[in-house]
T-cell receptor, first 114, second 113 residues
Framework: ETGVTQTPRHLVMGMTNKKSLKCEQH?????MYWYKQSAKKPLELMFV???????ENNSVPSRFSPECPNSSHLFLHLHTLQPEDSALYLC?????????????FGSGTRLTVV | GQNIDQPTEMTATEGAIVQINCTYQ??????LFWYQQHAGEAPTFLSY????GLEEKGRFSSFLSRSKGYSYLLLKELQMKDSASYLC??????????????FGRGTQLTVWP
């Protein structure tokens, strides 16, 4: 248990489905992040929320839609995905001051788009 | 953008010492992190360097040279459980924007008995 919980751990969805990934942290952090991790590629920052306000969207396609109802919860809504979107999606959190401990990551959701 | 380079794979034997290098080119640099990630698990924090020099923490040490854009992670007395991917990440601060972590591709370390 890392302090950041992601559900589900695994998800298989068709290209016409709609699904949501959930992330929850009770570390008192106020910043939360979505990263995409594909094989042989660096972690790609997708979205950043600070005090539940979106502060960054790194040119992510609109088929990915984030939602942050409060500082402890973060969602990633998925619809009409493509096979190339298959990857490990990691959620992370940090304190605003960005102390020397960096980010705390969840275990991720392994997404397969068929 | 950020150019963060580290070897893709390394192998070593149990009890040995291994050094994983990371080079970076970025503006707004404000610290370098190393994370360990076992297959199917979350990346976990190993070390943080913001000033030049060596930080030692048990069997793991990390070094930073800001002028050279270079860091390494040193693992001593290797154990089988050290087989994992090691991620180098740089923190970038620009103006009032909350610092971001940008990651290298990771180095897959395999420890053989």
């Amino acid at each position: 248990e890392t302090g950041v919980t992601q559900t589900p751990r695994h998800l298989v969805m068709g290209m016409t489905n709609k699904k949501s990934l959930k992330c929850e942290q009770h570390l008192g952090h106020n910043a939360m992040y979505w990263y995409k991790q594909s094989a042989k590629k660096p972690l790609e920052l997708m979205f950043v929320y600070n005090f539940k306000e979106q502060t960054e969207n790194n040119s992510v396609p609109s088929r990915f839609s984030p939602e942050c109802p409060n500082s402890s919860h973060l969602f990633l809504h998925l619809h009409t995905l493509q096979p190339e979107d298959s990857a490990l999606y990691l959620c992370a959190s940090s304190s605003e001051l960005g102390d020397g401990y960096g980010y705390t990551f969840g275990s991720g959701t392994r997404l397969t788009v068929v | 953008g950020q150019n963060i380079d580290q070897p893709t794979e390394m192998t070593a034997t149990e009890g040995a010492i291994v050094q994983i290098n990371c080079t970076y080119q970025t503006s707004g640099f404000n610290g370098l992190f190393w994370y360990q990630q076992h297959a199917g698990e979350a990346p976990t924090f190993l070390s943080y360097n913001v000033l030049d020099g060596l930080e030692e923490k048990g069997r793991f040490s990390s070094f930073l040279s800001r002028s050279k854009g270079y860091s390494y992670l040193l693992l001593k007395e290797l154990q089988m459980k050290d087989s994992a991917s090691y991620l180098c990440a740089v923190r970038v601060d620009r103006g009032s924007t909350l610092g971001r972590l940008y990651f290298g591709r990771g180095t897959q370390l395999t420890v053989w008995p």
